[in-house]
């Protein structure tokens, strides 16, 4: 049973453009959630996170929005470069008793020059 | 600035041989991930560690042991390997639990 959902394998967008990557989950006791960028024989690089208290945060050229009810959140990179190209999890945690991150399957950024 | 550091980077074991990965976290991290990756696949969550006590267990099979010892390193113990054990294992870390954990570079194992 996955409980973390990326349901987009791969998105390619133009250079300059938004990109948005879509995470869902089902398990309600989820409340933090993280972004991660990952190249090829790399180790996950942690981007963003939010906490369920929030609906949005913001670093840069990254923001993520959480909506509780729909047991969603997205990744919004404004504006997209090349080097943005790579494959990005989304991982929830439920830190009330319990320390994983369950990651989702992940969806592959091609941001094209 | 420090980063967490895995070792070795790679290593090649035959099938039944027993293999030992390294996570050493960055300094004052107290909490230790270990993930598995297959090709192809997402990580998948192995065990953690908490103050060097084990704080949560995924899929992790009987054949693998793991601790965190008191320096705040931790070891990956994998037993009777066989060929499905080939994959990256990542190891990450944080300072306390419940936030965004940094991750190393990862070992890649190949049985064969």
């Known amino acids: 049973d996955q409980q973390v959902k990326q349901n987009s394998p791969s998105l390619s967008v133009q250079e300059g453009r938004i990109s948005i990557l879509n995470c869902d989950y089902t398990?309600?006791?989820?409340?933090?959630f993280l972004w991660y960028k990952k190249y090829p024989a790399e180790g996950p690089t942690f981007l963003i996170s939010?906490?369920?208290?929030?609906d949005k945060n913001e670093d840069g050229r990254f923001t993520v929005f959480l909506n509780k009810s729909a047991k969603h959140l997205s990744l919004h990179i404004v504006p997209s470069q090349p080097g943005d190209s790579a494959v990005y999890f989304c991982?929830?945690?439920?830190?009330?008793?319990?320390?994983?991150?369950?990651f989702g399957t992940g969806t592959r950024l091609k941001v094209l020059a | 600035a420090a980063g967490v550091i895995q070792s070795p980077r790679h290593l090649i074991k035959e099938k039944r041989e027993t293999a030992t990965l390294k996570c050493y976290p960055i300094?004052?991290?107290?909490?230790v991930y270990w993930y598995q990756q297959g090709p192809g696949q997402d990580p998948q969550f192995l065990i953690s560690?908490?103050?060097?006590?084990?704080?949560d267990k995924g899929s992790i099979p009987d054949r693998f042991s793991a601790q965190q010892f008191s320096d705040y390193h931790s070891e990956l113990n994998m037993s009777s390997l066989e060929l499905g054990d080939s994959a990256l294992y990542f190891c990450?870390?944080?300072f306390g639990q419940g936030v965004g954990a940094f991750f190393g570079q990862g070992t890649r194992l190949t049985v064969v």
């Open positions: 990450a870390s944080s």
């Open positions: 398990n309600s006791m989820f409340d933090y």
């Open positions: 939010i906490s369920s208290i929030k």
């Open positions: 991982a929830a945690s439920a830190t009330s008793g319990t320390y994983k991150y369950i």
């Open positions: 300094p004052r991290h107290d909490t």
């Open positions: 560690f908490y103050e060097k006590m084990q704080s």
